[in-house]
């Protein structure tokens, strides 16, 4: 594809894309390098909102691959950014972990169960009855509800597990009101990611396993899409959808310069 070589920042998603179970994928590595030498801006993108990107940085890292902190923006960030932007020091009743709470709390919102802006639910490995109760009582009463991401399951050792979307679904159901998701397949995640290292969309590409979210995603957002094949989809899955990415990659390892770049150090 022609734009390739136009292409100047990068957005990539994490799993399935740069790591398989906490296990580097082929090339992701010197991809990353490859960014760092040559100053291309870039950001690891994930759809979980439990973690920190301190965390997610330190998790990484024990993977194999280096990526700061601030190279990392997760749907807690790209929620937390949303809200300042709507209402900049706002309220907020949060069912969530460190991700969100951290986020949210660092963008000047207060956490509170009394008469909140938002309901915000955010990735958990502890629902709560009570919470999702406290949660569904604050909406009907007015607050705005709000989702960090849209994945109905997330994957475990044992199977597959509830996830934020599953929860959602249940409080709409009691509510009869429909969250407001700001993760993947919302192109709002990506031009949040965009605006952090000052990107434009006609010369950034987004890489990402799943065509349902990652790719989706990355077209209305008028980005240079590149799929691969490392995480969920293969061909059959990609004719099940409309649309097509720019490029169908097997791995990002495609993605790494064959000549040697001269490094400063």
Not at 72 to 79: F, K, P, V
Request: hydrophobic share 40%.
């Amino acid at each position: 594809m022609g734009r390739r070589d136009e292409i100047e920042c990068w957005l990539t998603d994490m799993d399935g894309v740069l790591v398989h179970e906490n296990h580097p994928l082929p090339g992701a590595a010197e991809l990353l390098e490859q960014w760092r030498q040559e100053g291309a801006p870039h950001l690891v993108l994930t759809n979980n909102s439990i973690f920190t990107p301190r965390d997610l940085s330190a998790r990484l890292r024990a993977s194999g691959l280096i990526v700061p902190e601030e190279a990392i923006w997760t749907s807690a960030l790209a929620t937390a950014a949303f809200l300042t932007s709507q209402i900049p020091g706002g309220s907020a009743f949060v069912i969530g972990e460190a991700g969100i709470t951290t986020a949210l709390h660092e963008a000047g919102f207060i956490m509170t169960e009394t008469s909140p802006d938002y309901v915000v639910v955010g990735e958990t490995r502890n629902y709560s009855f009570e919470a999702i109760t406290k949660a569904i009582r604050l909406i009907i009463d007015g607050a705005r509800f709000i989702v960090t991401n849209p994945d109905a399951t997330g994957p475990s050792a044992d199977g597959p597990l509830p996830a934020t979307g599953a929860i959602a679904a249940l409080i709409t159901k009691a509510t009869g009101k429909d969250p407001y998701v700001v993760g993947k397949p919302n192109p709002m995640m990506f031009r949040s990611a965009m605006n952090k290292i000052g990107a434009h969309s006609e010369n950034t590409a987004m890489i990402g396993d799943r065509m349902d979210t990652d790719i989706v995603a990355g077209i209305e957002a008028g980005l240079h899409t590149i799929l691969v094949l490392t995480g969920i989809s293969d061909q059959a899955e990609i004719d099940r959808y409309p649309f097509r990415p720019d490029e169908i990659l097997s791995g990002v390892h495609e993605l790494v310069h064959s000549e040697p770049i001269e490094s400063d150090l």
